[in-house]
C-alpha cells in the first residue's frame, strides 16, 4: 500500500486545487483509475470528459469504452496491469483541448503520480499527453506510434511508447491492414508481450499460477 499512500495525498491536493479556471466548472477531479501496488505500466489520456466529469474516473465515456475493448483484446488488464491518468484532471468546456497554460499548472500532478508509480513503461495515449514530454510540439501519433522511445520525468528515464488515442478510432472503423484500429491491435500487443510478458492468468486454476499460453 505504499505507492497508494503516497498517491492518496498527491490526490488530496488535487482534489482541493484552484489553480486554473477548469476548477471553477468541473464536477469532479479524475485523477486516476487501476490498481497502483500492481500496474506496470501508466496510461496517459488528454483530459476528462463529459462521462469523467460526471464519475470522477477516468476512460469510461464512449472512448474509454473503445479502450477496454482493445485491452482486454491484447489481454492486458485494465484493473491490474494499468494505472490510468490524465494530462489535466478537471475537464475542459465542451472537451476542447487543455490549453499550455491548463497543461502546466497542473504538470506537477501528472509528475507526482510518475514518480510515485515509477513504472516499466509510460503509454502516452493521444497527442496531447505526448506533446507535454517531446520536444517537438507538433509531433503527429502517426508518425512515432509503434516505437519506444524514452522519457525523462524529474530526471528518471522512462521506456515510453505513444499509441492512438480511442477517440480518435471511434471516428475510423475501418480494421483493413494498416488501418489505425489494425495499429493500436499491434502497439498494444508489443507493450502487452514486452511489459508484461505473454503470459496470463488461468481463473480457473486453483493454484492461481500463471500459466503460459500456448
Ligand atoms: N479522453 C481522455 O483523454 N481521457 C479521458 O479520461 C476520457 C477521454
Known amino acids: 500500500m505504499i505507492k497508494k499512500g503516497c498517491l492518496d495525498i498527491v490526490q488530496a491536493k ?6 486554473c479556471i477548469l476548477a471553477k466548472t468541473r464536477k469532479n477531479v479524475v485523477f486516476s483509475d487501476g490498481n497502483p ?41 485494465r484493473e491490474n496491469d494499468l494505472y490510468i491518468i ?5 475537464r475542459p468546456p465542451e472537451n476542447r483541448v487543455p490549453t499550455d497554460v491548463e497543461k502546466a499548472l497542473c504538470e506537477r500532478y501528472l509528475t507526482a503520480q510518475i514518480d510515485i508509480m515509477n ?3 509510460i ?9 507535454s514530454f517531446w520536444e517537438d510540439k507538433k509531433v503527429q501519433i502517426s508518425k512515432v506510434r509503434g516505437n519506444w522511445f524514452t522519457v525523462t520525468v524529474n530526471g528518471k528515464e522512462y521506456r515510453a511508447m505513444a499509441i492512438f488515442h ?26 502487452k508481450s514486452e511489459i508484461l510478458g505473454d503470459r496470463q492468468v488461468c481463473s480457473s486454476n486453483p493454484f492461481n499460477k500463471e500459466l503460459a499460453l500456448v
Open 14 to 19: 488535487c482534489e482541493n486545487c484552484t489553480d
Open 37 to 77: 501496488e500492481t500496474a506496470r505500466i501508466v496510461l496517459i489520456g488528454e483530459a476528462p470528459g463529459e462521462t469523467e466529469d460526471e464519475t470522477g474516473k477516468p476512460f469510461v465515456g464512449r472512448a474509454g469504452k473503445l479502450l477496454n475493448q482493445f485491452l482486454e483484446e491484447a489481454g492486458i488488464s
Open 86 to 90: 490524465n494530462t489535466v484532471k478537471c
Open 119 to 121: 513504472p516499466q513503461a
Open 123 to 131: 503509454i502516452f495515449c493521444g497527442a496531447t499527453s505526448l506533446r
Open 166 to 191: 480511442p477517440s480518435y478510432l471511434l471516428r475510423n472503423h475501418s480494421m483493413e491492414e494498416g488501418s489505425p484500429r489494425r495499429l493500436m491491435q499491434h502497439d498494444l500487443s508489443v507493450i
